[in-house]
């Protein structure tokens, strides 16, 4: 039933960013309140247990956010670069079209030896969610689970993060 919701609710975006990708847009399935519940409550059910919920910029806020609130846990955002103050840790990585970095807070907030859970909105290389365990890791958390709404298996993304523990919501 999950699957097929966020089936309904994706728009599908030709040539963006560039030319021969074709887009997943999941706005439609936040924006919908029933699709979000829906999704909120799937994710929640896939990373009970963890002590927080890390979610990767920008649509992994809104759901990291949510998921954290059912589960009544904390949430951490995890940033593009040159978002935060310092000091930061921060990893760059490769993406499908291009590079990013993203960046987590070096001081404040105590990870060492938390179970964390990593969600976000679409598992494509990998390389995103490869970039934020690492830079959990690299803080002492215990990364223990990372739940997407979308994986675009042909792509190979979880291969890529092996052995984690990875749960797509749909799977194309």
Same mark, same amino acid.
């Given at each position: 039933m999950?699957?097929?919701?966020?089936?309904? =609710?994706?728009?599908?975006?030709?040539?963006?960013?560039q030319? &021969?990708?074709? $887009?997943?847009?999941?706005?439609? !399935?936040l924006?919908?309140?029933?699709? $979000? +519940?829906?999704?909120?409550?799937?994710l929640?059910?896939i990373?009970? /247990?963890? #002590?927080? !919920?890390?979610g990767?910029?920008?649509r992994?806020?809104?759901l990291g956010g949510? !998921? +954290?609130?059912?589960?009544?846990?904390?949430?951490? +955002?995890?940033?593009? &670069?040159g978002? =935060?103050?310092?000091?930061?840790h921060?990893?760059?990585?490769?993406?499908e079209?291009?590079?990013?970095?993203?960046?987590?807070?070096?001081?404040g907030?105590?990870?060492? &030896?938390?179970? !964390?859970?990593?969600?976000?909105?679409v598992?494509?290389?990998g /390389?995103?969610?490869?970039a934020a365990r690492?830079? =959990?890791?690299?803080a002492?958390a #215990?990364?223990t689970?990372?739940?997407?709404?979308l994986e675009l298996?042909?792509? /190979? /993304?979880r291969?890529r =993060?092996?052995? @984690?523990?990875?749960?797509? @919501?749909?799977?194309i």
């Amino acid at each position: 039933m999950v699957a097929e919701l966020v089936a309904a =609710l994706t728009r599908e975006v030709p040539d963006f960013p560039q030319p &021969g990708v074709l $887009f997943r847009d999941l706005t439609p !399935v936040l924006a919908d309140d029933r699709g $979000f +519940a829906v999704v909120t409550d799937a994710l929640a059910q896939i990373v009970a /247990g963890a #002590d927080l !919920v890390a979610g990767i910029d920008a649509r992994g806020f809104l759901l990291g956010g949510a !998921v +954290a609130h059912r589960l009544g846990v904390g949430v951490l +955002a995890i940033r593009k &670069g040159g978002k =935060l103050p310092p000091p930061v840790h921060s990893r760059t990585y490769t993406l499908e079209y291009g590079t990013a970095t993203l960046e987590i807070p070096a001081e404040g907030i105590e990870l060492a &030896g938390r179970r !964390v859970a990593i969600v976000d909105d679409v598992l494509a290389t990998g /390389g995103t969610v490869a970039a934020a365990r690492d830079l =959990l890791a690299t803080a002492g958390a #215990d990364v223990t689970v990372a739940a997407v709404v979308l994986e675009l298996a042909a792509l /190979g /993304g979880r291969a890529r =993060l092996d052995p @984690l523990d990875v749960h797509s @919501l749909r799977l194309i």
